[in-house]
């Protein structure tokens, strides 16, 4: 059963193009969701978080959507760089759970062409 | 650089064996985490500490242990091991117990052989 699903394993944009990456998940406990980058052989580095008395949170490049009705999320990236180019993981976890354990997408691979 | 530290980096050993994973959270973080990746599979959760106390299981293995010490750096023992453990192991810590941002470690890349 996977409670959050990434359904685009990947996605190319050109460089100074927005990049939205989308994310769905199922649990109505999740409150608060984060966005990771990885790029190979390193651990996730954190991008960008938001809790679910928000609908957005704006930080620099990145901003993130949350639409609760939807159960649905999505990270915009603008513009869009080469180096953004690497994995990119939707996390969620349910306070009410009094634990921090996140539950994570697939993850999306984003290629920013020059 | 997160401020999360994880060693070894690599790991390589055969089936059957015993292996410890070592990580030292950020200054100040009470909370360790404890997260599998295996190939093509996102990240699972496996343990969570806080404070020295076991806070959450995930779907760890009865062949995988963990602990966090005094001084807050946990350990993860896995134990005969199997192929099918190759994986990356990544640590994670936090201030807060829950609803708080994780920072992730570099990760140990284990191959069973």
């Known amino acids: 059963d996977q409670q959050v699903k990434q359904n685009s394993p990947s996605l190319s944009v050109q460089e100074g193009r927005i990049s939205i990456l989308n994310c769905d998940y199922t649990?109505?406990?999740?409150?608060?969701f984060l966005w990771y980058k990885k790029y190979p052989a390193e651990g996730p580095t954190f991008l960008i978080s938001?809790?679910?008395?928000?609908d957005k949170n704006e930080d620099g490049r990145f901003t993130v959507f949350l639409n609760k009705s939807a159960k649905h999320l999505s990270l915009h990236i603008v513009p869009s760089q080469p180096g953004d180019s690497a994995v990119y993981f939707c996390?969620?976890?349910?306070?009410?759970?009094?634990?921090?354990?996140?539950?994570f997408g697939q993850g999306t691979t984003l290629q920013v062409k020059p | 650089d997160s401020g999360v530290t994880q060693t070894p980096k690599h790991l390589i050993t055969a089936t059957g064996q015993r292996v410890t994973l070592r990580c030292s959270p950020r200054?100040?973080?009470?909370?360790v985490y404890w997260y599998q990746q295996s190939l093509d599979q996102g990240l699972q959760f496996l343990i969570q500490?806080?404070?020295?106390?076991?806070?959450a299981k995930g779907n760890i293995l009865e062949r995988f242990s963990a602990q966090q010490f005094p001084d807050l750096h946990s350990e993860l023992n896995l134990s005969s091991l199997e192929l099918g453990d190759s994986a990356l192991y990544f640590c994670?810590?936090?201030?807060?117990?829950?609803?708080?941002?994780?920072?992730f470690g570099p990760g140990t890349r284990l191959t069973v052989l």
């Open positions: 649990n109505s406990m999740f409150d608060y």
């Open positions: 938001i809790s679910s008395i928000k």
């Open positions: 996390a969620a976890s349910a306070g009410a759970d009094n634990t921090g354990k996140l539950i």
């Open positions: 500490y806080y404070n020295g106390e076991e806070r």
């Open positions: 200054s100040g973080d009470l909370s």
């Open positions: 994670a810590s936090s201030v807060l117990p829950r609803t708080d941002t994780q920072y």
